[in-house]
């Protein structure tokens, strides 16, 4: 694990924070030199509750919520939102989910365990995953859940048995694999043909599974579900892979008789992690989705379903923030400027695993413009451990408290204890008020499940 070559043709952009437009959440501002966001000086708020420390825009990422509801069910009543809790999941967000009437995907036993803990009402669960263990089957069937998206013939055999056991009919979905290429990073197409995700449909294997899995008892096959990727830009390629579930259900209700009642497009939209990044628009993506289901519905002579889709990144990330404090300032002439940092690696790992872009300001310079290229790397014992390459920032000075945006998905889901780091606490910021929501790990944390026993 390596730092890409250095940019030595990198040019500051000489942005102040507030150019930065689709970035920052949504109520970020500056006054008096300090970034604010929900009402709360950032500066003052690293120096209360420590750093490194993460930061939700409260307002921000309900209204995403709100919007993402109204942009479906406005343009197509018979439709539900999912959250793709694999993104960012707490008891706190749990709670906003289920406030704004959505939907909750989760993706394993601990996240199916914070459901149950806040009440969130199980027939709104939908569990996912390409290797459910028995155990975590067992605990979601018992719960009543509302689906499970089974991902193999093995899966479907297993759920069939459990639910055979516990006495009830589980419903469920489906994974279709369309073969859909979506313009993204290779590590986060679901889509493609070679993945590990789904029924495939090469030699129509998804199309033969259908007729196994409606002989089995106690599992009643309600829909059909896709994912494509994650981080799109190019509306088009789902656009394509409805057609292809659409017109898969369609043969499902020739052949066998069968129509099933939802289809669920899975989630994936981009979001502008830098300044360049020009993403669509929620509204945007709800039309093109809300079109294209009802254009290859007609084409198919296929009911109208009951649409679902699943964000999780374009609800999330933009309203997140990570605070860190500079603790060393190190210059190599001729190849780069290094900006440490106390995180890093492992409250962020999406940098170092594929290089991924972030836009930071340094919070109490945030009327500066940003006038010099660094990398902020992190504390850790690895030569890649950064979260920001070769990216514009205020000239930072020891003790600087700088701001990374764009951080609220996938990084305190995939946080680390490495070099045994603490993870940080989750802040919620709204009207003037920071609300802790997680508190920071401790090193007491650390050795929690360690057991004394004597080996000597």
Known sequence: MSLPAPKLDAQPDERTTMELGECLPMTAEVIDSHLYIGG??????????????????????????????????????????????????????????????????????????????????????????????????????????????????????????????????????????????????????????????????????????????????????????????????????????IKVIVEFAARVKETYGVEVEDIDVGGGLGIAYTAEDKPATIDDFAQVVTDSMKKYCAEYNFKLPRLLC???????????????????????????????????????????LYHAEYEPVIANKANQPRTEIVTVCGKHCESGDAVAIDRPLQHPDLGDIICMFGTGAYCYSMSSNYNGQPRPGIVFVKDGQARMVTRRETYDDLMACDIDADLL
Do not use: W
């Open 310 to 352: 699943e964000p999780g990144r374009s609800m999330v990330a933009v309203p997140g923030v990570t605070l860190y404090t500079v603790g060393i300032l190190k210059t190599l002439p001729g190849i780069r400027k290094y900006v440490a940092i106390d995180g890093g690696m492992s409250d962020n790992i999406r940098t170092a």
């Open 40 to 241: 709360v000086d950032m500066v003052e708020l690293a120096k209360d509750a420590g750093t490194a420390l993460y930061v939700y825009d409260q307002a921000d990422l309900e209204h995403r919520m709100e919007t993402y509801r109204e942009a479906f069910r406005t343009r197509y009543p018979n439709s539900d939102i999912i959250y793709a809790s694999k993104a960012f999941l707490n008891k706190a967000v749990c709670r906003l989910v289920n406030k704004h009437d959505l939907c909750l995907d989760v993706s394993g036993g601990g996240e199916l365990a914070v459901a149950r803990a806040v009440d969130f009402p199980m027939e709104r669960v939908f569990v996912h995953g390409n290797n459910k263990t028995s155990q975590e089957l067992s605990e979601a069937i018992a719960a009543g859940v509302g689906r499970i998206v089974v991902d193999s013939r093995i899966e479907a055999t297993r759920v069939s048995q459990i639910a055979s056991e516990v006495g009830v009919t589980q419903d469920i979905y489906m994974r279709i694999t369309p073969g859909v290429e979506a313009d993204t990073h290779e590590y986060i197409r679901t889509g493609c043909e070679d993945s590990k995700f789904g029924f495939t449909m090469r030699e129509d294997f998804a199309f033969k599974c259908v007729g196994d899995i409606l002989d089995m008892p106690n599992v009643n096959l309600v829909g059909f579900h896709m994912h494509i990727g994650s981080q799109i830009f190019a509306l088009h390629s789902f656009d394509e892979a």
